[in-house]
């Protein structure tokens, strides 16, 4: 399993970054796929899943309506993104992309680190004026 993580960087309060997560070497439909993020001093926090065999989606409510998760395929690639809106200076953290778990979970604050399985390379965002 390889998940390549891209797409970070420094953005203004109210502005917007799409991150990648470039996936490979397991089936997309038999698994959940999502970003977490870990902030300086926080525990690592998932913030939204999706499962492309189920349909299944997955927000934080802390970024639900801000942040868009979605995956796209383009000559045999799976790339996941996230897109995030409305950026806030909470949202500075370090973002995982991360493979597990066969289904989203259903209530906020229930995607756990520890049902991950493989986690891509970290990508920084920073939200700051």
């Known amino acids: 399993v390889q998940l390549q993580a891209s797409g970070g960087g420094l953005v203004q309060p109210g502005g917007f970054l799409r991150l990648s997560c470039a996936a490979s070497?397991?089936?997309?439909?038999?698994?959940?796929i999502g970003w977490f993020r870990q902030a300086p001093g926080k525990e690592r926090e998932g913030v939204a899943c999706?499962?492309?065999?189920?349909?299944?989606?997955?927000?934080d409510d802390s970024v639900k309506g801000r942040f868009t998760i979605s995956v796209s395929r383009d000559n045999g690639k799976n790339t996941i993104n996230l897109q995030m809106n409305r950026l806030r200076t909470e949202d500075t953290a370090v973002y995982y992309c991360a493979q597990g778990l066969r289904t989203c979970p259903v209530h906020s604050g229930t995607y756990y680190s520890a049902a991950i399985d493989n986690w891509g390379q970290g990508t920084l965002v920073t939200v700051s004026s």
């Open positions: 070497g397991f089936t997309l439909s038999y698994y959940a």
């Open positions: 999706i499962a492309p065999g189920d349909g299944s989606t997955y927000y």
